[in-house]
């Protein structure tokens, strides 16, 4: 009887997105002893504290426009998750995990998070994703100044 063949199938560059966004999601979730719902809740209130503070003084309308974009939650979230990968994860991970080594007496070294490590990564989480963090990183404004160039943009052709 012949073997059953395995097909594979490709799955788009979005799909892929989409499944390390959740898997990500998750992780975070567990170093952090949150619920999704947690998590989202969070990252929308950063994203509504941003952008209350930059258009701060500005009418209702301007905001909006830029709080309802595609465009705009579509960096949101990619920013979020490129900060996750790049400054969280590995962090969390460094710190959070039990380890054991031996030291330069070759004697066996065992490390446990303790209380307070769990409470600093949580507010290096807290920090890395504040929007009082952001407005204060060049590359973050410079991107999010392209952002609200492609909005203009995009709002003037409709």
């Known amino acids: 009887m012949p073997g ?6 490709k799955i788009s560059h979005l799909e892929l997105l989409k499944q390390q966004t959740a ?16 998590y989202c809740e969070h990252q929308l209130a950063e994203y509504e ?3 209350a503070r930059m258009f701060y003084g500005w009418p209702e309308k301007m ?4 709080r309802f974009s595609p465009i705009m939650s579509g960096f949101w979230k990619n920013e979020w998750f490129q900060r996750n990968r790049s400054e969280f994860l590995a962090l969390a991970k460094e710190d959070l995990t039990s380890t054991m080594s031996v030291n330069s007496d070759g004697k066996l070294e065992c490390y446990e998070p303790n209380e307070f490590t769990y409470k600093q990564v949580y507010d290096e989480y807290i920090w890395i ?3 009082r963090n952001l ?3 060049d590359y973050f ?4 100044n392209r952002v609200l160039k492609l ?7 409709n």
């Open 4 to 9: 059953i063949m395995k097909i594979k199938t």
């Open 23 to 38: 898997q990500q999601l998750k992780e975070v979730c567990t170093y952090l002893n949150w619920t999704e719902e947690q």
């Open 49 to 51: 504290a941003f952008l």
């Open 63 to 66: 905001l909006n426009e830029v």
């Open 129 to 131: 994703h504040s929007h």
């Open 135 to 137: 407005i204060n990183q």
């Open 141 to 144: 404004m410079a991107d999010y």
């Open 151 to 157: 909005i203009r943009q995009q709002n003037k052709n």
